[in-house]
Each structure stands twice: as C-alpha cells, then as structure tokens.
C-alpha cells in the first residue's frame, strides 16, 4: 500500500518569492509520483510528473520537483511565485500502471503581494 | 488537450432522493475512470475505480449499495448517490485513464453535492 504525507496544510509566501512544497510518500513497491493543482471549485490539474528517468522533474508554470528515493521525498519548488499561483496542491502517488492516485492531504500556498 | 466533462457543476436534492453525476471523456476512450469525493479543505478519497464493462471495484469502507457505478461505454461513467442524506453533501471528482500509467490522468471540474 503506498501512502502521501504533504507536511504544511498552509505555506505562506509573498510575491516573486522562491517556495517548496514538501511531500514524502511511502510504499513497498517502485512508485510513480505527482503533483497536481487546484483552483476553488475546480477539479485537478497536473503539474509534473515522475515515472522514471532524471530525477529532476520540471512542470507547467515554472514549477520543478525532485524525487529522492533515499528521503522518499517529491518535494515541489518554483524559484518566484506570482498571486495567481494561489491554490490548493496536492502531491500524489501511484504504485501501479492503472492510473488509481493517492493522494496527500493538500498544501494551501496563499501568494501574498 | 485531452477533456472530461463532468455535468453537473452542482446540484441540490432533498433529503431521500437520488442523484446522478456524468462523467464524460471527450476525445479520448477512458478504459478506467475513478470516482474521488473531496471534503472542504481536504483532500480527495478515492471511492471507486469503474472499468468499462465491469463491475466497479470500490475502496474499503465505501458503500457500494449507496454509492453506484455504471461504467457502460469508453467515453461514460456515472456515479448515482441512492437515497442522499445531508452528510452525503460533498465535491465528488471523476477522472478518466487511458489504462496506462505514462498516458496523463484527466480530472472533470467537479460536482457540488448539497442535500438538504
């Protein structure tokens, strides 16, 4: 069974900052790795991804992560945040090739001018 | 890019009725799609994963007589709540596969549930 700890609820950050956003997962088989954003009322969309290869993974809207076996972390960085980054993020793992995501319990990044 | 429409945005229903959500892939043939249900300001809770012309396989806890799913073609799956109760008043997401682990994961925007 694979599971997702996203250790901030809430990250505070102001404009043109640099942020991370922390995920750690855990699971007894090789895992695919991602994160996802979410606007209020909105469904999800995908950021990045990591199923294998570099470990540097780089996304949509500037934003990076890195996946670290030896830490299982998946850790999320965008070097200059911008107010419409505000949004609910979510990490999420998946330990098979069917699709079927766990997902983390959410980080809000509020972006402040 | 690839889109689900998921209809509809929201919904209000009394107390003991049902309701009926719509998952639709629109370019692509959706060979898996998973139903999540999201409470405010937390995350998504994986109900069920509802392959196309099988039964729907539900996650332990879910009530699969409450909560049911009909997968009948590549490009539909509908999530039916039976007889809702306040507490089934939730955001319920679908999203649908290709089946592949390398093929993207595409989320619909959601649905609203409020019972009354």
């Known amino acids: 069974a694979q599971s997702v700890t996203q250790l901030d609820s809430q990250v505070p950050v102001f404009e043109e900052a640099p942020v991370e956003l922390r995920c750690n997962y855990s699971s007894s088989v090789s895992v695919y790795l991602f994160w996802y954003v979410q606007y209020p009322n909105q469904g999800l969309q995908l950021l990045l991804k990591y199923l294998s290869g570099s470990t540097l993974v780089k996304g949509i809207n500037g934003f990076e992560a890195e996946f670290n076996k030896s830490q299982t972390s998946f850790h999320l960085r965008k070097p200059s945040v911008h107010i419409s980054d505000t949004a609910e993020y979510f990490c999420a793992v998946s330990g098979s090739n069917t699709g079927k995501l766990i997902f983390g319990q959410g980080t809000t990044l509020q972006v402040k001018p | ?116």
């Open chain 2, 1 to 116: 890019g690839a889109v689900v429409s998921q209809h509809p945005s929201w919904v209000i229903c009394k107390s003991g009725t049902s309701v009926k959500i719509e998952c639709r892939s629109l370019d692509f043939q959706a060979t898996t799609m998973f139903w999540y249900r999201q409470f405010p300001k937390q995350s998504l809770m994986l109900m069920a994963t509802s392959n196309e012309g099988s039964k729907a396989t539900y996650e332990q806890g879910v009530e699969k007589d409450k909560f049911l799913i009909n997968h009948a073609s590549l490009t539909l799956s509908t999530l039916t709540v039976t007889s809702a109760h306040p507490e089934d008043s939730s955001f319920y997401i679908c999203s649908a596969s290709r089946g592949q682990i390398d093929s993207p994961l595409h989320f619909g925007n959601g649905t609203r549930l409020t019972v009354t």
